[in-house]
Structures are given as structure tokens and as C-alpha cells.
């Protein structure tokens, strides 16, 4: 026999503590055989829940479970110290989220058969569908990576990281890079300021495994625990500023394009998520900002006329054409807007003012006139 394949589940986790034993008991329930070996790689930074206590006493007679407990980090490192736990001899790592599940007891093992094929043998990444969007065809598209991300979308290859099945060393890799931010500044405000995206890992993957083999594998393996976003995940994306943040996307993209790791420009289909494009829902987030704060921030306006390098990242010249005509059309609307909703604020300030004076004239010679002190 072989050397055993080493599969590495990891998972950062904080305050959530209910929903990692649920995790936890869909990776206890995998059936193992010969081929392989599975570890779990836990990373736990302050979380005050009993987290730090259950993983302390964790064990499993088939998982080999790798914990990291620091309860006074800063939690936006979660991942780079679960990177940093991973041995070394693992062979690849599945990126998961502490409230997402792997959905049968036989994923791993069907994991394991798609590595064992011999066109495997140069992927450094593998995306498994989110079962609630998978056909079940069991369907394999290869490519390299920026290919796949061509043909099917950035971020829906790339953005829900307990899709991704990446090898150990480009994993450690693309983390490394991804994290430097959370480094360099710890506090979310400051990784708006300097336009750090809120999907780091994203541009990690694209940036190390651009060129590599890489598959999408349509088989229903992994979910999210929640239906719909609660209340709790809610408030982690506001305190990240999560969607100020996911704009910066195109930030990540124009670095990458500068530093030369790409070698070819993207199709328009690059842009797609869900059933949207990156763009369409940039402007809907405009627009959203312009009616609840009347106008766009400065750092907004600033993205905004930035976004028009899209244009470059472009191949075919008919579609930058379209979004360059998508983009001024945006901003002139934009800009149409703001002037008038300035006019209504000035005629508002207006009334205001003329209300006020009325006012103030009536009040003081209601008061002179009781005090007998009216003068011409």
C-alpha cells in the first residue's frame, strides 16, 4: 500500500460554540478507510463561550484533532493561526466555517476518489458545490484557476470558503498573503481606509494558484448550518465593515494584474456571482448609500471613479465598451441625484430659515409687549 493521503478540515472559530459541535459530529461521522487519514485543525481566539474549554478536552478515536487556543488575539488572525497549526505533512486542506457542515458520511471518502484520478495530479485546488445550489451531477469541469474563474465567476469559485479543497503548501501560501492586512491593521476601520477587501482568501487563492490545474466538482458536500444570515452573523459583517469592504474586491483584482501573476484578461463572466454581476450590485450599494445619506462619502466617490479600471481588466473590447457606457451612465445618474437632492435640501433650508425668523419675530414681541417694553 501507498503512502495514506493526509486531509486536513480547518476550521477558525469564535463564540459559536453549538454550532461547531454540530460541525464537529458531521466530521466524527465520516467513514474512514485504508487510503487516507483525517485530521481536524480547530483554530479558537477569544471566544468566551466555552469554546476554549470543549476544545481542550476533544478527542476522537478516528480524527486527529489539532487545537489552538488563544483567548487575547485579535480574531481577525483566526485564520492565519489555523494555517499556522496545519502540520506540515498534510497533503490538502478543506477551508469550513464553524457554522457549515458536511452533509453525508461518505463526502470524504468521495473526496478522496476525486484526488486518487490520475488528472488530479497537478490541481492545486478543488471547489465542492454548496449542496443547496448543486444539480447532483457529479459533473467535473477542469481547468486552471483563472480559466474556471472565467468561465463560472471570481467569487463563485473563489468567495465561500468551505467550497474550497486546496493543496497544503498553496494553501499555507495564499493565507500568509491573505492575513498580512490584519497585521499590518488590526482594526477593520483601518483596512477600509486602505481598501483591504473583506475576501482576502479570495485573492490569495487567484494569486498563488492563478495558473494551476484546479476543478469544480458539482456534488452536494458541504451547506451552511443557516438557512438565511441571523442576527449574530449580522453583527460580525457591521463590526468587519463586511460591505464596505467587499467593494475592494477590485483592489485585490488591479494588484494582482499589476504585479503580473495574471497573463491574460478576463471575460465578463469573471465578474458573475449568484445571478448577479459585481458591478450591478456595486450600484445598488451606491445606491442604497445615496438615499439613506442624501450623498456618496468621499472614499465612495473615490472607489467609484476607480471602478472604471474594469474596463482594463477586460479581453474583448465590446465588453469594456459596455461597461465603460455602464459605468458613466452610473455616475452621471449618481451625480444627478446628488445635485437634486441638494436643491430640495436648500429650499428645505430655506423654509427652515423663514419658519425660524417668523417665529423668532412673533415670540420676541409676544414677550416685549406682556414686559410693556415695545419700542419703535
Known amino acids: 500500500m501507498g503512502k495514506k493521503l493526509k486531509i486536513a478540515i480547518a476550521i477558525p472559530t469564535y463564540n459559536r460554540l453549538e454550532k461547531l459541535k454540530f460541525a464537529l459530529s458531521k466530521i ?32 476522537h478515536k478516528h480524527i486527529n484533532y489539532v487545537t489552538w487556543n488563544k483567548p487575547e488575539e485579535n480574531i481577525y488572525l483566526n485564520w ?52 443547496r445550489r448543486s444539480r447532483n451531477s457529479g459533473r467535473i469541469i477542469k481547468d486552471n484557476l483563472f480559466e474556471l474563474c472565467n468561465q ?3 467569487h463563485e469559485l473563489l468567495g465561500w470558503m468551505s467550497s474550497l479543497v486546496v493543496r497544503c503548501n498553496q494553501f499555507k501560501c495564499a493565507i500568509d ?29 487567484l494569486r ?24 449574530e452573523s449580522i453583527a460580525r459583517w457591521t463590526e468587519s465593515f463586511h460591505n464596505d469592504r467587499y467593494f475592494f474586491v477590485i483592489n485585490d483584482l488591479l494588484a494582482i494584474y499589476d504585479e503580473g501573476v495574471l497573463k491574460k484578461k478576463c471575460r465578463l463572466n469573471f465578474f458573475r456571482y449568484l445571478n448577479y454581476s459585481f458591478w450591478d ?36 473590447p465590446r465588453e469594456a465598451k459596455m461597461f465603460l457606457q ?26 427652515i430659515a423663514k419658519f425660524e425668523l417668523i417665529n423668532s419675530e412673533t415670540y420676541t414681541l409676544e414677550v416685549l409687549d406682556e414686559q410693556g417694553d415695545i419700542f419703535e
Request: aromatic share 8%.
Open 152 to 154: 463560472l465567476g471570481y
Open 208 to 231: 498563488v494558484c492563478a495558473n494551476d490545474k484546479a476543478l469544480f466538482v458539482d456534488e452536494p458536500w458541504v451547506e451552511p448550518q443557516d438557512e438565511q444570515q441571523t442576527e
Open 326 to 351: 455602464w459605468h458613466t451612465v452610473l455616475c452621471m445618474q449618481i451625480n444627478q441625484y446628488e445635485k437634486a437632492r441638494q436643491n430640495v435640501t436648500n429650499v428645505h433650508r430655506q423654509l
Open 281 to 316: 450590485r456595486y450600484a445598488t450599494f451606491l445606491i442604497q448609500q445615496l438615499v439613506q445619506k442624501g450623498c456618496l462619502s468621499a472614499l465612495n466617490k473615490e472607489h467609484l471613479n476607480s471602478l472604471q479600471k474594469i474596463s482594463e481588466l477586460l479581453a474583448n
Open 80 to 131: 492565519r493561526r489555523c494555517s499556522e497549526a496545519i502540520p506540515d505533512d498534510i497533503d490538502w486542506v478543506w477551508l469550513n466555517g464553524d457554522d457549515d457542515f458536511l452533509t453525508n458520511d461518505q463526502v470524504i471518502k468521495g473526496l478522496v476518489n476525486i484526488i486518487e484520478q490520475d488528472v488530479c495530479l497537478e490541481t492545486s485546488l478543488i471547489h465542492i458545490c454548496q449542496a
Open 28 to 59: 466524527e461521522a465520516q467513514e474512514i478507510d485504508d487510503r487516507f487519514e483525517l485530521y481536524c485543525v480547530i483554530s479558537n481566539i477569544a471566544s468566551t463561550d466555552g469554546t476554549t474549554e470543549f476544545l481542550n478536552q476533544l478527542s
Open 177 to 205: 498573503f491573505s492575513t498580512y492586512p490584519c497585521i499590518e491593521f488590526p482594526d477593520p476601520k483601518d483596512q477600509v481606509l486602505n481598501k483591504y477587501s473583506v475576501y482576502p482568501h479570495s485573492a490569495g487563492l
